[in-house]
């Protein structure tokens, strides 16, 4: 693909983001399998490094699909891109307490969860033009749920109680009946 001798529809970038989820996939088999220790701040901390990457990258992807003239959800998107790759630059240079890297992540994801949400509705409803594939958007929100999942399970490892408030899933209207 990269050499030009195969032509698909996939972005590299998206290539290359599917297959390093599925090497952190491998990766957790494989300290699954040697049953090592796990220090669960330091997990918090990659968990969170590794998915603010994909986060990022998925609001990257919807901008670019969407059609040109969607401006304000690109827009959006674009925003959102920013954000998280400014929350995994934070959580690199180590400078703020876990505690607050979480809850502010709680934030961010749950935002970032339900816009993709809405992004679905509005692709199943054929109220907006993109070139999102229906698949592609459940997908992306499937994994915005799962992020939120790890935050919300570290959240109460590390006593954040009064930060959790917020839905543990979220989903568009569709599935809300
Ligand atoms: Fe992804």
């Given at each position: 693909?990269?050499?030009?001798r ?7 970038l ?25 220090d ?36 959006e ?47 199943l409803g ?6 999102i ?13 799962h ?31």
């Amino acid at each position: 693909m990269l050499s030009c001798r195969l032509f698909t529809f996939n972005f590299p970038l998206l290539i290359i983001h599917i297959r390093r989820e599925a090497l952190l996939f491998i990766e957790q088999l494989e300290l699954l399998q040697r049953r090592g220790a796990i220090d669960f701040a330091q997990e918090v901390i990659a968990q969170k490094i590794f998915w603010d990457l994909q986060m990022a990258e998925h609001a990257q992807f919807i901008a670019h699909l969407l059609d040109p003239t969607e401006a304000v959800l690109i827009n959006e998107a674009n925003n959102f891109a920013r954000l998280f790759f400014n929350l995994r630059a934070q959580a690199e240079s180590g400078a703020n307490p876990l505690g607050e890297l979480i809850g502010q992540e709680i934030t961010a994801t749950s935002n970032l969860c339900n816009f993709k949400a809405t992004a679905e509705e509005l692709i199943l409803g054929c109220r907006i033009k993109s070139i999102i594939f229906p698949l592609l958007a459940d997908h992306l929100l499937r994994e915005a749920n799962h992020f939120l999942r790890i935050l919300n399970t570290s959240g109460q490892i590390f006593g954040l109680g009064n930060q959790l408030s917020g839905p543990l899933i979220c989903s568009h209207s569709l599935f809300k009946h």
